[in-house]
């Protein structure tokens, strides 16, 4: 029953977790570098190290802001149900 609470939860956390994580990355990228726009694997104008140092801190970004939104999540069905929903 747990696992099923915490089903819509998911759904909808992972469909946050995207923008989120998006939007970070744009953020810290910009605090980094000072530049507006975020590389793009087919800009012919960045270099394969910029492109790659971008790609490795968006990968990071996004994991630790799912890890956080599944987490929080879990915590709140816990919350609600009082059981863990994995149990």
Do not use: C, H, S
Not at 9 to 24: C, E, N, P, Q, R
């Amino acid at each position: 029953m747990n696992k099923l609470a915490y089903k819509p939860i998911g759904l909808v956390a992972g469909a946050i977790t995207g923008a989120v994580a998006g939007l970070v990355f744009k953020q810290i990228w910009r605090l980094a570098t000072d530049q507006d726009d975020t590389p793009n694997a087919t800009d012919e104008d960045r270099g394969w190290t910029e492109i790659l140092v971008a790609a490795a801190l968006q990968g990071a970004i996004f994991a630790i802001v799912k890890a956080a939104v599944d987490r929080g999540g879990a915590a709140g069905v816990r919350q609600l149900t009082g059981k863990w929903p994995t149990d």
